[in-house]
């Protein structure tokens, strides 16, 4: 089992994470694999719930479920089992007669954000209801927005609020150069964090990368080119849970990995938008202006569309950093 485990994870290790910061470790024992929370890689001030951490945390389970029942195995899944003595995630593997779709399972090492503008064409209402179908988590719901229906323009509103709320505060973009890999040597030595490629720009030292993040960056500049990527896709889709805690955002991560994975079988790209999730005050007003229960959260928002370039794959920890020894 130990040569599947690390087959296994090292799937689970594709998962996106908020700045690629990949907060994850690993153990296994036998047939049980289980996953922990890295706190050491928090995000303080984007995610100082840590909600996105824990939604890294589902989008690795998803990945690690999907490449299981592609072997064959079954999977029976404990969230945070009071037995442990360590937070955890604890998937039990057995033998089985599960198989995941071929599909999904090829779309793991071909899933990644791409950021850049896309072609402007629409995703069929058909392949649209295939999308939110893919959601697998009750806990979950998803909702669409078309790029040009009146529909979506209060939701654009409030990413443009939520771009320009995180970029006035010098604290947001600290946080996001320390994870930027601006330079050659820094994107060949590293194997975490944002590259300049995925970001859609040239390697450059890191105190000019600095530079221009700090000075030449502008809050309203970024909001219009975040707007413009959205008016060239084709929908945005809001993953909302049904209630506010570690579970949920475990779900909120599995029901968008899937869906990302569903995606990407269909040559259909994505891309995060999530700033009005992540600005609580504006959350709570998007939470508002959608009519949402109490206890409900608007937790990830991604744009889909057609985009006629990839960029490079961003790094990832090999399996030996991030498996705990026995
Ligand atoms: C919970 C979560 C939040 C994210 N938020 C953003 C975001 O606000 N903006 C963005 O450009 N990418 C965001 N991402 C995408 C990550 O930066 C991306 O997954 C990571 O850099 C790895 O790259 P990959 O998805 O291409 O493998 C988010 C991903 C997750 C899982």
Known sequence: MRAT??????????APSGHNTQPWQFSVDQDTIRIYPDLSRRLPVVDPDDHALFISLGCALENLLVAAARQGLSASIDYFPSDEPEECLRVRL???TNQSAEALFRAIPDRQSNRGI??????TDADLARLVEANACESVSVRSFRVG????????GFVREGNIAQFNDPAFVAELVSWIRFSRREISEGSDGLTAAALGF??????LGRWIMTTLVKPKGEAARQEKAIRSSSVLLLFVARENDKRHWVDVGRSFERIALTATSMGIAQAHVNMPCEVEPIRRRLAAHLG?????QPLLLIRLGFANKRPPP??????DQVVRDA
């Open 5 to 14: 485990s690390e087959q296994l994870i090292s799937f689970a290790t594709r």
């Open 149 to 156: 229906h009146p529909d979506i323009e209060p939701i654009i």
């Open 292 to 296: 949402l229960d109490a206890g409900e």
């Open 314 to 319: 961003s790094p990832r920890r090999p399996v």
């Open 94 to 96: 057995s033998e089985g």
């Open 202 to 207: 040239p390697s450059i030292p890191r105190w």
């Open 118 to 123: 896309y072609d402007g064409r629409a995703i």
